[in-house]
């Protein structure tokens, strides 16, 4: 029995004559949003919505993403979305629909090709952000819906300029996604040279042994390495060893060569060098306070951990 597909809507929207947005704001949009919504819909235009208060669920596309107050999402056309309040509860989101092709086309400072390159890279995906993490982007919407509310002398310009504005940080969150795809890329790509790392740290480690567990080559393997990782191998190398090291003077009573023997180093010295250089104090004085296994190694990030928290 073939399974029936999920039923998805088409809403079809204009953007009124004259105006550079359609804007629907005020109480009308306070409402349970998703109660008796079976299913998924998109639209023709670019869609920015805007949470003044509420919780519930946002889905975009596969993805299922709890908002708040202050959240706030950019829909692109043909991107099944749907916005749902938690259960028996009300929310108070306001929207704005923008004619994302007829905006670009017109911005005559760019040729033909780039407006189309920004076109695709804007269309892409979609987002559900924070105020908070979003300043700038969050202020922008705000004042459009303010200028839409408001109708002052000019304010058709004023909504021109800042949806001109709006678009950069669309392309600033597009290429924001692209360094996350291409990082996971990278580290799918390396993961047989993180595996060997795991299991050959006490051993001398050459990096084309790290390429050829990845079957690529030695310089391809160096670039994707530090793109993924946000660090050259061989300071990912060292930092796999002092974590074992840390571990070995925290549980055992191993004096320092044997630690550093232990732990991968070819001399004490060495492991001096590189203790001190990813932990920012020598073994013994680590060695010494109780505190230190949790003060120093766990809360300490490497560098491809701190890209990557940037980017969950």
């Not at 991107?79 to 938690?86: K, R």
């Not at 929310?91 to 695709?120: A, P, Q, T």
């Not at 000019?154 to 996604?177: A, N, Q």
């Not at 492991?271 to 020598?282: G, P």
Request: glycine residues 6%.
């Amino acid at each position: 029995m073939t399974k029936q597909r999920e039923k998805v809507e088409f809403r079809y929207y204009e953007i009124p004559h004259g105006e550079v947005v359609l804007a629907l704001l005020g109480e009308v949009c306070i409402r349970e949003y998703g109660k008796h919504i079976k299913c998924l819909h998109f639209h023709n235009l670019l869609e920015i919505g805007y949470c003044h208060w509420g919780t519930g669920e946002v889905v975009l596309g596969q993805e299922h993403i709890p908002f708040c107050a202050h959240s706030f999402m950019i829909v692109p056309p043909r991107l099944p979305h749907t916005t749902n309040s938690a259960p028996g509860t009300k929310g108070y989101w306001e929207w704005l629909y923008v004619d994302l092709d007829k905006f670009i086309s017109e911005l005559n400072n760019y040729d033909s090709m780039v407006r189309k390159n920004m076109l695709k890279r804007i269309k892409r995906t979609g987002y559900l952000l924070s105020k908070e993490e979003n300043p700038v982007l969050a202020k922008l919407i705000l004042g459009i819906m303010e200028e839409c509310r408001n109708k002052k002398p000019y304010y058709k310009d004023s909504i021109h300029g800042m949806l001109g504005s709006c678009v950069v940080e669309f392309l600033r969150l597009s290429d924001h996604e692209e360094r996350i795809m291409r990082r996971r890329a990278n580290t799918t790509l390396i993961a047989g040279a993180l595996d060997y790392v795991s299991n050959h740290y006490t051993e001398e480690i050459r990096i084309r042994s790290l390429a050829k567990a990845c079957n690529i080559s030695e310089s391809h393997f160096r670039r994707v390495f530090e793109e993924g990782m946000n660090m050259k191998p061989v300071d990912y190398i060292n930092f796999i060893r002092i974590q074992n090291a840390c571990e070995l003077l925290k549980k055992t009573e191993k004096n320092m060569e044997e630690v550093a023997a232990d732990s991968g180093f070819a001399s004490l010295s060495t492991f001096n060098r590189n203790f001190k250089k990813v932990l920012n104090t020598s073994p013994y004085q680590w060695k010494k306070s109780a505190e230190n296994y949790e003060s120093k190694l766990l809360h300490y990030r490497i560098s491809a951990q701190k890209g990557w928290d940037g980017y969950q």
